[in-house]
């Protein structure tokens, strides 16, 4: 049987705040990113006609509201689909076990996350992967890849559910998916909450 982990990282397990606070800051800056760059592409002719009340200085947060509600339609849609598109679907978040005092954590998302994490991964947080259908890489040693072989049959592998957490950052499932992450990225100081949903009486 193959063993497919094709990334994944292991921390202290004290330092589990740590990697939750530093993975969601992560994580929401790219998805804020990629949001913006989507909602800038929704065509005025796939939004409402805008109420005659929202109308004048209204219209530009009217307009924002419903190019993030279009946005987050087709996100939706790609998160549960089994035809995934990469481009939409920003749903993300771990997979995480405990074994012997560190963490060990596999992300749920599509490929980008790992560019992501890379790029500011704290020293407390090393890079584990672990794949028995490849030549193992050149800068980790025949001992390290055959204790990853065995720690991760012993972590995942034998235990997936029994012992696994969850810890999510993007729910794109539900229809209040777009209100729960608008008021996340406003947590992080990334989105203006207030700004976005002013005289909308939402």
Not at 7 to 15: E, N, W
Not at 103 to 118: G, M, Q, R, S, T
Not at 176 to 190: C, G, N, P, V
Request: aromatic share 12%; net charge negative; charged share 35%.
């Amino acid at each position: 049987m193959s063993t497919k982990i094709y990334y994944a990282m292991r921390f202290p397990q004290d330092r589990l705040n740590d990697f939750l606070d530093w993975s969601r800051t992560e994580v929401l800056k790219v998805v804020k990113e990629r949001l913006e760059t989507l909602m800038a592409d929704v065509s005025p002719e796939d939004l409402d006609e805008c109420p005659e009340r929202f109308r004048g200085e209204g219209r530009l947060i009217w307009e924002r509201f419903k190019r993030m509600r279009n946005v987050m339609a087709i996100c939706r849609d790609a998160a549960n689909t089994s035809q995934r598109d990469p481009l939409f679907d920003i749903e993300c978040g771990f997979h995480i076990w405990l074994h012997e005092g560190r963490f060990y954590a596999i992300p749920f998302a599509e490929p980008w996350i790992k560019e992501v994490l890379d790029a500011d991964r704290p020293d407390w947080a090393e890079e584990y992967h672990y794949q028995n259908q490849t030549d193992k890489p050149d800068e980790v040693s025949e001992a390290d890849w055959a204790e990853r072989a065995a720690i991760w049959e012993e972590v995942c592998l034998k235990h997936f559910n029994t012992r696994r957490m969850f810890f999510e950052i993007v729910n794109c499932r539900t229809e209040s998916a777009s209100l729960d992450l608008e008021r996340e990225l406003a947590a992080q100081a990334l989105w203006d909450f207030d700004d976005n949903r002013k005289g909308l009486r939402l």
